[in-house]
Each structure stands twice: as C-alpha cells, then as structure tokens.
T-cell receptor, first 112, second 114 residues
C-alpha cells in the first residue's frame, strides 16, 4: 500500500511567523509531489508542485523535497490568518501510476 | 479560462438508490479523475478517465462506475448506495494523464445517504 503520511495537527502559529508542514511518502518510485490547500467545506486548491530535490519558492510558499529521505515539506512565510486551512500533501506513486495519493492533511491555524 | 465545474452541489439519497454526478473539465484538459473525501480524510482516488476510457482505478467496488464523453466531461455513477458512501465527491482535471501533471479540482458534490 503506497502511503503519504502527514501530522494531522492542528498546527498553531502566530501571525507573521513561519509555518512548517511536513509529509513523508512510502513509495521510493514517486517522482511528483503536490501541496493543496483546503478551506473548510471547500475543495482542494493547488498551491505548489515539486519534482526534483531541493527547494522551490513561489511567493510566501517554499516547497522542499528530499527523495533520499522520502520527505516533502511546505514552508509558509509571514503566515496570515487567511492561511488557516488544511494542507494536503499528494504524490503520484512510481511505475507510471496515475493514482494521485493524498495524505490526511495537516490543519493549520494562524493566530492573529 | 473555465475551471472544473461539478453538479449538483448537494444531493440527498437513501440507501439502495443510484446517483449520477457530473463534471466538466477545465478548458484544454483531456483527463478527468474522481475522488471520494470522507470527513477528516484526504481524497481517495476512485478512477481516472482519458480518451473516454478508464485509465486507472483505486480500491472501490464495481458499483462505482464512470463515463467520459468526447468533450472530456465525465460522470460518476454509484449504484446500491450505502451509508458509508456519504462524502464529498471531487472531480479533478489535468492536461494529460502524465504523472508530472497537477490536477485541478472542482468544488465537489456533497452526497448524503439517509
């Protein structure tokens, strides 16, 4: 069973701080990783994709990938109350599978 | 650019009934995937459609079936509804089936089984 694991939280950070969200995956063949944000009662919204080791930055968001450790993370700088949501980590398993596999999500609360 | 649209928004059914959910893919996207999201869980992959054929299936029974039409829109059909089928059903589209392709979600259909 290919798995993506996340700490369910809740993770609370003060406004303006850096929020760090973590994800591990079991399939060494996984090549593509995605972070989605999901507000309560809404659908997931793609915020970052990462395909190679290292960091990828987009505005206040930085995704980090370490394939040797099978670890993906998302950093949110200058956290805002509007960032309060559940963050879902997702990966395509290896061997050409198109079954995007999601973690259970980490609930982030940014405290004003 | 038109995003992924799903209908209906909400639906209430009783056990044993059948339901059809609909999805229009984002402009230019030829691949549609369906997910089931129970409360407090991540989305679970049901199946994917590409070129009007099923292109991969998750761990769901045969009473979950689908279709894709020439315009890339798609339907999810669920027969013999069970209480555990109550969930948010999400449709996502992507440019192609490739494993480097991010998927973009519609607003979902919330299905409640009484």
């Amino acid at each position: 069973q290919k798995e993506v694991e996340q700490n369910s939280g809740p993770l609370s950070v003060p406004e303006g701080a850096i929020a760090s969200l973590n994800c591990t995956y079991s399939d060494r063949g996984s090549q593509s990783f995605f972070w989605y944000r999901q507000y309560s009662g809404k659908s997931p919204e793609l915020i970052m994709s990462i395909y190679s080791n290292g960091d990828k930055e987009d505005g206040r968001f930085t995704a980090q990938l370490n394939k040797a450790s099978q670890y993906v993370s998302l950093l949110i700088r200058d956290s805002q109350p509007s960032d309060s949501a559940t963050y879902l980590c997702a990966a395509y398993p290896g061997a050409g599978s198109y079954q995007l596999t999601f973690g259970k999500g980490t609930k982030l609360s940014v405290i004003p | 650019e038109t995003g992924v649209t799903q209908s209906p928004t909400h639906l209430i059914k009783t056990r044993g009934q059948q339901v059809t959910l609909r999805c229009s893919s984002q402009s230019g996207h030829n691949t549609v995937s369906w997910y089931q999201q129970a409360l407090g869980q991540g989305p679970q992959f049901i199946f994917q459609y590409y070129r009007e054929e099923e292109n991969g299936r998750g761990n769901f029974p045969p009473r979950f079936s689908g279709l894709q039409f020439p315009n890339y829109s798609s339907e999810l059909n669920v027969n013999a509804l069970e209480l555990d089928d109550s969930a948010l059903y999400l449709c996502a589209s992507s440019l192609t089936p490739g494993t480097d392709q991010p998927q973009h979600f519609g607003d979902g259909t919330r299905l409640s089984i009484l």
